[in-house]
């Protein structure tokens, strides 16, 4: 099938090149020249396990094209997607300038009958909108042709997004057209071979099952973040505690893992936007507030413990940081919280060494030159004359490092581990001084 793909994000690019994969024929439109020169150039934006080879597979065999040119897009595919960011708003929700302009886009190029696919996160009635502006240009233009709108939201995991659109949980989609339920069925047929994943419903539901999804997984890292913080003031571990409640199969063990709070694109973005939403309605959206007034407390929690422990005197101190992206198997610092702890640091009066294994470009990009920040090639000469070491993302190469090269290497033997990656009773036999989350 022809497919159109708006946007060459994290989502856009993996979903692209995963419908390419299995043989449709499918367009990429970014407003971004250097990202499309780049890509033609088997230059990648973004560090996705397995997305590097399986787009210069599809580039090389013409199975997926980059443009910027929105025409020869738009005429392109039956089926337009829009996979374009949807950043928080001044007032905290989602803004809708670019998934807007791509409806517009889409109007003003159409010259047959298009289905116009949502994959953008938008709030409820973001569909309707965006029929709207297609209509309003249609009818500017006196072209007469007909179109659909559906809403498809993503639920891919950065650092595992290829696996996640080649094997999808589940594939929503928001329509009330039955002719957009067969073309739809065709095109994700590929991946449906072992069960039906579609589920289809009403456009308004698919938009609130995305936020819904993403605001659930959120309140299960504040919850359990919450519990750290009882725990650490009533003697208890949280980490007991975590195994005693997963083993519970209506809890489960997924995302209940204390830290140091959680960042990334989506969301502090979702939690944002769904509240503001609820609150245009004059409904009180009390758990989705609470989330979110935890994170912000958790973000700050690295901060506090180390600042405790100095009593307060951070100025020429020295912090190795081990994790920049907000996860791992990530390069993506959006709302991350090593930021929120490296500037509080900096505001602190102390210099930072840190080393990220995919993210270093990134922060590099976002901090540029200064004297109080050195990114180190290697996990151990971000340790060297440093004052004690920070963790801040759970890479799998963090987790079982040489600690007497460690204690060699460091100032003095102290770790905050925003992710409890150690045993606290093997540090301490180490010579350790070891503060974790809620322990
Ligand atoms: N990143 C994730 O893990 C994830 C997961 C699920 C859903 N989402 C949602 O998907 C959407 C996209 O997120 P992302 O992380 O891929 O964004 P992104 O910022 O990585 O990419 C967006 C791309 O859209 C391009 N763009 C902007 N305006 C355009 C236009 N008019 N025409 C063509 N291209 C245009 C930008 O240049 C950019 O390359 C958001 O709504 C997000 O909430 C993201």
Redesign the pocket.
Known sequence: MRVTV?????????QAAVLAEVGHDVVC????QQ?VDNLKNGII??YEPGLESLVKENYETSRLHFT?N?EE?VAHGKLQFI?????PDEDGS?DLK??L??AE?IATHMNDDKIIVN????PVGTGDKVKAKVTEVLAARNADHTFHVCSN??????GA?VNDCMKPDRIVIGTDSDEVKDVMHELYAPFNRNHDRIIFMDMRSAELT?YAA?CMLATKISFINEMAMLAERLGADIEHVRQGIGSDPRIGYDFIYPGCGYG???FP??VQALKRTAEEIDFEPLILRAVENRNAEQKQVLFNKISAHYKGDLAGKTFAIWGLSFKPNTD?M?DAPSRVLMEALWQAGAKVQAYDPEAMEEAQRIYGVRDDIQLCGTRQSALKGADALVICTEWKQFWAPDFDIMTELLNEPVIFDGRNLFEPSLLKKKGFYYVGIGR
């Open positions: 708006f946007g060459i994000g994290y989502v856009g690019l993996v439109v970014d407003v971004d990202k934006p973004i910027t929105a897009g996979a374009v960011g949807t950043p989602a670019y998934v302009a791509v886009t994959k953008s996160t938008v939201p993503e639920f891919l995991k950065e997004a995305k993403n990334g694109s989506c973005k979702d993506d959006r």
